[in-house]
C-alpha cells in the first residue's frame, strides 16, 4: 500500500483538503466509467484481436503441413508410369505363368521398393488379380489377392492414372496409392500400384506443435472421416454426420477395411467473430479455432486445431491488465497528489532497477555467445579427430600387411640369393664353355639362367600384388588359383619354419564370390600363423582343404600346433591382439582378415582340433551366375 501522507487542516486548509477529495472523487468515477466502456466493448475487440493472432499462426502451421504432405507424395507421383515402362514388367505381363519371369519380377520390386522407401509395389492383372509384389516374401504378401474392388484399380484399368488413399485390406497399414496402366502396343495389358507410407508424415506432427500447445492437426476425406491426426483417439471418426450414405460410398472401396468408424463428438459455434469447434476430450470439453486448406489432388482436407484456450486466457488478462492499469492510474492521481516527491524516487529506483537487469541480460547473452563458440570448436575438432582416426585406421591395416610382407621377405632373400647365386655360376660357365666351343651346353646354361630369372620374377610379381592397396570389386574367383599364388609367397615363410603343406583343393569346385587379392591376403595371414604355430615342434604338419556344401565352399586350415585357448578364442579376431612376441606382429592380420571375410558375405572363425592344433575355417558364397559372367 501507498505511504500516503495524512493533511491535516493546519497544513492545507479545510478548502484545499475538499478540493484534493474532490479531484480523487472524481478521476475514481471517470476511472469507473472508463472500466465499464473497457469491459463491454473492448473485451470483444481484444478478444478478436488475440483470435486474428491465434489464426495466423493456425495458418502457417497448416501451409506447412499441407506442404510437407504433398512433397511427400509428390514424389512417388511419376514412378508408377516408370516402372509399367520396364521390360521386364512388360513381359512378365504378357506372359504370367512364368515363373522366372515372376521371380525376376518380384526381385525387382522389392529391391526398387528398399530404394525409394516406399510402403509396397505391386503388379496386378486385368482381372485385379495380383501376380508380383514387393512383399511376396513377408507373411502379409499380396501375391494372390485380388484388389479389383479399388478404385485405383479400376480407374488404372481404364488407361488413366489414378490415386487412391486407403486402409490396407491385407497389411491393415493406411497408405497412399498411386496407380498406372500396363500399355504393350496400344493394349492395356495389367497395372501397377504405389504404395506410399503416411506414417513418418503423421509422426513429424507429433501430439502437439514445437511450442508445446494443444493445438491439433488432422486430414479427413470428402466424407469427413479423419485418416490422419495427431490425436490417434481420433483416427477413423468423422467430424460430419455418418449417414448411411457415407456409410456405404466407404464400404464400397473398402476404404477403410474393417475399420469402426464412428462420430466425433463436436459442437460448432462462434467466438470473436470466427467459428470454433467444441470437442469433448479426456473427459472435458475443448474449444478450438478451426483453419482448413483443401488438397484437390489428393482429395483430403487439412485442418489445423488451434486450442482457444490461451485466447481466452489472454483476453481476460488483456481486460484485467487493464483494468488494473486503469485502477493503478487512479492510486497513481492519488499518489502524485500527496507524495510527488516519493513518485519521483520511485520512478528512480526502477530505472536503476531497469539498468542492472538490462546489463545483467547482456553478460548472461555474452556468456552464452562464448559457450556456443566453445562448442563449436569443440565439434570442430572431435570432427578432425574422427577423421584421422579413420586415416589411421586405414594406414594400420596396410601397415600390418606390410609387416607380414617383410616377414616373409626375411625368407624370401634367401630363396632369392639362390637363385642368383646359381645364374652367376651358370654364366661364368657358360663363357667357358662357349671359348671352348661347346656352344650346345652353354645354351643349357643360358636357359637355367632364364628359367631363374622367371622364377624371381614370379615371386616378386605376387610380393608386389600382395603389398598393394586393393581397390577391387567382387567378383568370381578360382580358388585354386588363388591358393597357386598364395603359396608363392608363402614358400619361404613355410621352408624357413621347416613347415609341411599339404593341400587338397578339388579341381572342380565351383569359383567363390570374393576379390582374388584380399582373399589370398586372408589365406597369407592364416597359413603364415600356422607355420608360427607349428615352428620348432615334432609335428609340423599343415594341412589345407577345400569342400563344397550345398551354396558354400568351407576352407580349412589345420595345424599341429598347441592349439587357441578357450580364454582367448573369442578375442583373437580382435584388433591388435596378438599372442607373439615383442616386434613379431602387430596384431592385425587375423582382424583383417575376418574383417575380409566379412565383407565377402562369408565367415572366418577357429576351434581346436580334437586331435591337437587349432583348425581355421573359412566360408565362402559360391559366385552366382552374373559374377560369373562379369568375370569372363
Given amino acids: 500500500m501507498p505511504d500516503f501522507k495524512v493533511t491535516t487542516e493546519d497544513e492545507l486548509g479545510g478548502g484545499a483538503r475538499h478540493l484534493v477529495r474532490y479531484a480523487i472523487l472524481a478521476a475514481a468515477g471517470v476511472a469507473v466509467m472508463i472500466g465499464l466502456g473497457i469491459y463491454v466493448q473492448g473485451a470483444g475487440m481484444i478478444a478478436s484481436g488475440y483470435m486474428e493472432e491465434a489464426k495466423a499462426q493456425a495458418n502457417t502451421t497448416l501451409r506447412l503441413a499441407?506442404?510437407?504432405?504433398?512433397?511427400?507424395?509428390?514424389?512417388?507421383?511419376?514412378?508408377?508410369?516408370?516402372?509399367?515402362?520396364?521390360?521386364?514388367?512388360?513381359?512378365?505381363?504378357?506372359?504370367?505363368?512364368?515363373?522366372?519371369?515372376?521371380?525376376?519380377?518380384?526381385?525387382?520390386?522389392?529391391d526398387t521398393n528398399a530404394l525409394l522407401k516406399s510402403s509396397d509395389i505391386y503388379l496386378m492383372t486385368m482381372d485385379g488379380q495380383?501376380?508380383?509384389?514387393?512383399?511376396?516374401?513377408?507373411?502379409?504378401?499380396?501375391?494372390?489377392?485380388?484388389?479389383?474392388?479399388?478404385?485405383?484399380?479400376?480407374?488404372?484399368?481404364?488407361?488413366?492414372?489414378?490415386?487412391?488413399?486407403?486402409?490396407?485390406?491385407?497389411?491393415?497399414?493406411r497408405g497412399y496409392y498411386f496407380s498406372s496402366p500396363i500399355e504393350i502396343a496400344g493394349v492395356i495389358r495389367g497395372v501397377i500400384v504405389f504404395k506410399v507410407d503416411i506414417d513418418l508424415v503423421e509422426d513429424s506432427w507429433g501430439t502437439g506443435t514445437a511450442q508445446g500447445t494443444e493445438d491439433r492437426i488432422f486430414?479427413?476425406?470428402?466424407?469427413?472421416?479423419?485418416?490422419?491426426?495427431?490425436?490417434?483417439?481420433?483416427?477413423?471418426?468423422?467430424?460430419?454426420?455418418?449417414?448411411?450414405?457415407?456409410?456405404?460410398?466407404?464400404?464400397?472401396?473398402?476404404?477403410?477395411a474393417d475399420a469402426k468408424l464412428r462420430e466425433l463428438p463436436v459442437r460448432r459455434g462462434e467466438f470473436?467473430?470466427?467459428?470454433?469447434?467444441?470437442?469433448?476430450?479426456?473427459?472435458?470439453?475443448?474449444?478450438?479455432?478451426?483453419?482448413?486448406?483443401?488438397?484437390?489432388?489428393?482429395?483430403?482436407t487439412v485442418s489445423v486445431l488451434m486450442d482457444t484456450g490461451s485466447v481466452h486466457a489472454q483476453a481476460k488478462t488483456t481486460v484485467a491488465a487493464l483494468l488494473l492499469s486503469l485502477c493503478l492510474a487512479v492510486l497513481g492521481l492519488a499518489v502524485i497528489l500527496q507524495r510527488r516527491a516519493r513518485l519521483a524516487e520511485r520512478m528512480h529506483l526502477q530505472a536503476e532497477a531497469q539498468n542492472a537487469l538490462e546489463h545483467?541480460?547482456?553478460?548472461?547473452?555474452?556468456?552464452?555467445?562464448?559457450?556456443?563458440?566453445?562448442?563449436?570448436?569443440e565439434v570442430a575438432e572431435r570432427r578432425a579427430t574422427e577423421q584421422r582416426l579413420r586415416?589411421?585406421?586405414?594406414?594400420?591395416?596396410?601397415?600390418?600387411?606390410l609387416a607380414g610382407l617383410g616377414q616373409m621377405s626375411a625368407a624370401l632373400s634367401h630363396e632369392l640369393n639362390q637363385p642368383l647365386a646359381a645364374a652367376k655360376t651358370y654364366a661364368e660357365t657358360a663363357g667357358v664353355l662357349m671359348d671352348l666351343n661347346r656352344t650346345e651346353e652353354a645354351r643349357d646354361n643360358v636357359r637355367r639362367i632364364s628359367a631363374l630369372i622367371d622364377r624371381m620374377a614370379s615371386i616378386s610379381k605376387h610380393l608386389r600384388n600382395f603389398a598393394r592397396k586393393p581397390n577391387e570389386k567382387l567378383g568370381a574367383v578360382s580358388l585354386q588359383e588363388v591358393m597357386d599364388d598364395t603359396l608363392e609367397i608363402v614358400a619361404a615363410r613355410l621352408k624357413a619354419a621347416d613347415a609341411d603343406l599339404v593341400v587338397d583343393i578339388p579341381a572342380n569346385l565351383p569359383k567363390v564370390r570374393a576379390g582374388s587379392i584380399r582373399l589370398q591376403q586372408v589365406l597369407v595371414n592364416v597359413i603364415g600363423n600356422a607355420a608360427d604355430a607349428v615352428e620348432g615342434l615334432a609335428d609340423r604338419r599343415i594341412a589345407v582343404s577345400a569342400s563344397r556344401t550345398h551354396d558354400t565352399i568351407t576352407?580349412?586350415?589345420?595345424?599341429?600346433?598347441?592349439?587357441?585357448p578357450a580364454s582367448i578364442r573369442e578375442r583373437i579376431f580382435d584388433p591388435f591382439f596378438t599372442t607373439k612376441g615383442i616386434g613379431k606382429g602387430l596384431g592385425l592380420g587375423l582382424s583383417i582378415s575376418y574383417n575380409i571375410v566379412k565383407d565377402f558375405g562369408g565367415s572366418l572363425s577357429v576351434t581346436d582340433d580334437p586331435d591337437g592344433g587349432a583348425v581355421f575355417t573359412i566360408e565362402l558364397d559360391i559366385a552366382d551366375e552374373n559374377l560369373m559372367e562379369a568375370a569372363e
Fill in 66 to 110: 499441407v506442404s510437407g504432405l504433398d512433397g511427400h507424395l509428390k514424389r512417388y507421383e511419376a514412378l508408377p508410369a516408370l516402372i509399367a515402362d520396364q521390360q521386364n514388367v512388360e513381359a512378365f505381363v504378357l506372359d504370367p505363368s512364368n515363373t522366372t519371369l515372376q521371380a525376376a519380377t518380384n526381385a525387382y520390386l522389392k
Fill in 130 to 173: 495380383t501376380i508380383a509384389a514387393s512383399n511376396y516374401d513377408s507373411d502379409v504378401s499380396f501375391v494372390g489377392e485380388n484388389f479389383s474392388y479399388r478404385p485405383y484399380f479400376q480407374e488404372a484399368a481404364k488407361g488413366r492414372q489414378s490415386r487412391f488413399y486407403a486402409l490396407g485390406t491385407t497389411s491393415l497399414k
Fill in 219 to 256: 486430414v479427413a476425406d470428402p466424407e469427413g472421416i479423419i485418416f490422419m491426426t495427431s490425436r490417434p483417439e481420433w483416427l477413423y471418426a468423422t467430424t460430419l454426420p455418418l449417414s448411411p450414405g457415407r456409410i456405404a460410398r466407404t464400404q464400397t472401396s473398402r476404404r477403410y
Fill in 272 to 300: 470473436a467473430g470466427h467459428e470454433v469447434m467444441t470437442i469433448a476430450d479426456n473427459g472435458g470439453d475443448r474449444e478450438y479455432l478451426v483453419v482448413s486448406q483443401p488438397m484437390p489432388d489428393a482429395g483430403w
Fill in 360 to 377: 545483467r541480460v547482456a553478460e548472461r547473452t555474452a556468456d552464452l555467445a562464448r559457450v556456443n563458440a566453445q562448442i563449436e570448436e
Fill in 391 to 401: 586415416q589411421t585406421q586405414a594406414d594400420l591395416i596396410q601397415a600390418g600387411k
Fill in 555 to 564: 576352407v580349412q586350415v589345420r595345424d599341429g600346433g598347441p592349439g587357441v
